[in-house]
């Protein structure tokens, strides 16, 4: 093995070829203990179109991640559902949201996509599918009146987000 690090590094002993490789083991060890292993949060939704309140299940996720510093990064698996950050005070936020997606982008029998569900894709591309989020105190940071939404545009379903945290 030795020679084989030496031949394809060019190094001139495998003394040098040994430090080489331990400096390598020890550089992924310390990127390796950065990331938590991702996560996945389960969501259900019950209509065709629904904005969820995920925001405690990602807290939860965050913390079981034991970041306290870092970045969160939340994925939706899927090409019909979004996730977004707005306000969580006032549920007329959620409806005026939907609203407007609606008159964006309708339900519309002229689209060419044969599952019929158009709508839901470009909603989701209006919105986007990720998010990523400061994590400080070993919490997401989020303003006082913000939480995190799951936007099902083609249910009723079952779903999964995924939640990967990072320190630094």
């Avoid at 990064?73 to 899927?78: A, D, R």
């Avoid at 894709?121 to 939404?149: D, E, F, M, N």
Wanted: aromatic residues 6%.
């Amino acid at each position: 093995m030795a020679k084989d690090c030496q031949a394809s590094r060019g190094f001139a002993s495998t003394a040098a070829c040994s430090k080489s490789s331990l400096f390598f083991r020890m550089a992924f060890a310390r990127y390796h203990k950065r990331m938590a292993e991702p996560m996945t949060i389960d969501v259900t939704s019950r209509q065709r179109i629904e904005i969820i309140n995920i925001g405690g299940e990602v807290a939860r996720a965050v913390a079981e991640s034991g970041v306290e510093e870092g970045i969160c990064v939340l994925q939706s698996l899927h090409t019909t559902a979004a996730l977004s950050v707005n306000e969580s005070a006032d549920p007329d936020v959620k409806k005026d949201l939907l609203r407007q997606l609606a008159l964006l982008a309708p339900r519309d029998p002229s689209f060419l996509h044969a599952e019929g569900n158009s709508d839901a894709h470009i909603k989701t591309s209006l919105l986007g599918p990720s998010l990523s989020l400061v994590v400080s105190g070993g919490r997401p940071l989020l303003g006082a009146w913000q939480t995190i939404y799951f936007c099902e545009f083609d249910g009723p379903r079952r779903r999964q987000v995924v939640v990967k945290c990072v320190k630094g």
